[in-house]
């Protein structure tokens, strides 16, 4: 799978963009501020409908513009054309010049994986985001996990609106549990049996770059233990108390604990970028498994941080990446990208918004 | 708003109108609208005696909710249906679509929505007290509701409420696209669905 033709309007420092790339491994070179990051944020974007850099539609509109439009032709067994406009008063999102109605026709078109700066929080930061990365993952997996996922959090909001009102509508209440631990069963299960094959793969590829003698153990944490609706019972006064729902799997963890301590509080800085590159090269790999071909990489700074041993731990991913059909998207500051990446790099030189060969 | 503001007065008012229709987007109701303004007089005349005609005939069942001429409505006294059979649905436009399967001989109650606590939809604002005042001579509750959360919810809440007087309680089969409400389930499933209705308990 790889981007054809990416096509910008009015998106962040782009003005206007039209690019044809080829299959392989594409480097975008320029000063700081030029756009580069820009970039990958819009390809992300056709890819998953959001920025990697969490933030909304309005602040990648050129400032002082109506809206943005993003565009690409994604060639794969076939050739697909997507197009994604935003304003404040209208979105459109159109595969092949019809409009998209459910998000499940539309996501596996393109598949990226973004490794960037922000990548730390995931170790950092709170129990979300790991979250969000096991439901990125399935949601690229299975077709039915984001309308499962869609639905508990809608019965989760339901109960959650029930559990404030006084008096509580007992029935009504119990109706809309039901549905909660139904859903929220399914959502443990397809977690956990994501685990034993991602786990593995996260493991190793820490195991590749981290010094020796790092011991990393991964571990999916539901917060149910056995029985989601005898457990949530027990919680019963104290969620009346405090008019929400405290247990399910919208509270789960992924544990990352390094040499048996938990990674967020004890891990140095150093070790947690590189734990944050192991889960996503993990993530990178397990898609390539699942669908057969390898993601579209979107590497952003991250091999600047990284030291000339644990670059060499990148290169079998990025081989496997630009071998064959698949492609890679990398920036660089400077022209001293790692050497062992080899001649066949595609360059590109972005300068204020504007991008080439 | 694509040019608006070039359009003389009666014609924006038009266009104001039609775009209120569902499935009328902007570009649309001002194709309509400027269509309609130059069209015959008479034809326009159709038109309007035509809305207005049928807004006046039709009003909604008062016993099972249905869209009907005559009160009470045709599913509620044709005696070649199966008077012990009720089929519950969420919208008038439902039992339109149920009936489109001709998988289903019976009754019909239209609920009015589904429980819905994140629109303030409670079980008082939905049609289940006239449900239950028509229980007696029922043997079968077919729920056909939407399935998606709220949909689902709503026939848990309604199993155990209405199980509890006695009756057997039917839900729609799988074959409906999970969250998803009637109006999007061709007749094929409609009517797979309603063979392969399960009791609840
Ligand atoms: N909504 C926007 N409208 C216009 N310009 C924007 C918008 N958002 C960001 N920019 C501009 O884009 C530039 C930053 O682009 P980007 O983050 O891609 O830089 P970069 O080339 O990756 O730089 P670095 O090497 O420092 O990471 C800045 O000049 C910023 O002002
Ligand atoms: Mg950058
Ligand atoms: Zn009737």
């Given amino acids: 799978m790889h981007l054809g033709h990416l096509r910008l309007r009015d998106f962040r420092n782009f003005r206007r963009l039209d690019a044809d790339f080829g299959p392989g491994f594409h480097v975008l070179l320029g000063r700081n501020a030029q756009g580069k990051t820009n970039l990958l944020e819009a390809v992300h974007l056709l890819a998953t409908l959001r920025s990697f850099r969490g933030v909304g539609s309005a602040a990648m509109v050129r400032h002082g513009q109506p809206g943005w439009f993003v565009g690409g032709r ?40 973004a ?16 979250r969000r990365f096991l439901d990125f993952l399935l949601t690229q997996t299975l077709p039915t996990y984001l309308p499962l996922l869609q639905n508990y959090t809608r019965a989760v909001r339901s109960r959650n609106a029930l559990l404030k009102k006084r008096p509580i509508d007992e029935a009504t209440l119990e109706s809309f549990t039901h549905e909660m631990v139904k859903l929220g069963n399914e959502i443990m299960t397809r977690r956990r049996t994501l685990l034993p094959e991602l786990g593995p793969r996260i493991t190793a590829a820490h195991a ?34 405090l008019g929400s729902t405290l247990l399910g799997p919208h509270r789960d963890e992924l544990s ?31 898609l390539a498994a699942t669908h057969g071909a390898p993601p579209i990489l ?60 | 708003m694509p040019m608006m503001n070039s359009l ?49 005939r039709i009003q909604l069942c008062e016993t099972c909710g249905a869209l ?44 009015g929505g589904k429980i819905s606590p994140l629109n303030g939809v409670d079980p008082e604002d939905l049609r289940i007290a006239e449900l239950e005042g028509r229980l007696t001579g029922f043997n079968e509750i ?7 959360v709220e949909g689902d919810a709503t026939s848990n809440y309604l199993a155990q409420r209405l199980g509890k007087q006695g009756v057997t309680v039917t839900r729609l089969a799988h074959g409906l696209p999970a969250g998803s409400g009637l109006e999007y389930a061709d007749d094929l499933t409609l009517s797979r669905a309603l063979e392969g209705r399960r009791e609840l308990q």
């Fill in chain 1, 74 to 113: 994604v060639v794969a067994t076939a050739s697909h054309a997507i197009k994604l406009y935003w304003s404040k008063n209208e979105r459109r999102l159109t595969l092949d010049d019809q409009p998209i109605r459910k998000l499940t026709d539309y996501l596996g078109t393109l598949r990226t994986v």
């Fill in chain 2, 8 to 56: 003389p007065e009666p014609v924006a008012a038009l266009v104001g109108a039609l775009g209120q229709l569902p499935g009328i987007g902007p570009r649309s109701a001002e194709r309509l609208a400027l269509h309609l303004v130059q069209s015959e007089s008479g034809q326009v005349q159709q038109l309007a005696d035509a809305l207005l005609t049928a807004r006046d």
């Fill in chain 2, 68 to 111: 009907t001429e005559h009160q009470p409505c045709a599913f509620c006294t044709d005696d070649r249906r199966d008077a012990a059979t009720v089929c519950v649905v969420e919208t008038a436009v439902d039992v339109i679509n149920v009936e489109k399967s001709g998988a289903f001989k019976g009754r019909y109650h239209v609920l």
């Fill in chain 2, 142 to 148: 077919i729920l056909a509701l939407g399935t998606d």
């Fill in chain 1, 115 to 130: 490794f960037c700066t922000e990548d730390l929080q995931l170790i950092k930061g709170a129990g979300r985001g790991r």
């Fill in chain 1, 208 to 241: 590749r770059i981290a010094p020796d003698g790092e011991e990393l153990s991964v571990e999916y944490q539901p917060r149910v233990k056995e029985d989601f609706a005898a457990e949530l019972h027990r919680m019963r006064d104290r969620e009346r108390a």
């Fill in chain 1, 256 to 286: 990352l604990q390094l040499n048996h301590k938990p990674a967020a509080d004890f891990a140095s800085e150093g070790q947690k970028r590189t734990l944050a590159i192991s889960l996503k090269l993990a993530q990178a790999e397990h």
């Fill in chain 1, 298 to 357: 979107l590497i952003d700074d991250v091999m600047g941080e990284l030291d000339a041993p644990r670059r060499q731990a990148f290169l079998p991913l990025l081989n496997q990446c630009t071998q064959g059909r698949g492609q890679v998207f990398m920036t660089c500051t400077e022209q001293n990208w790692p050497e062992e990446l080899g001649e066949e790099l595609q360059k590109w030189e972005v300068t204020d918004g504007e991008l080439k060969r």
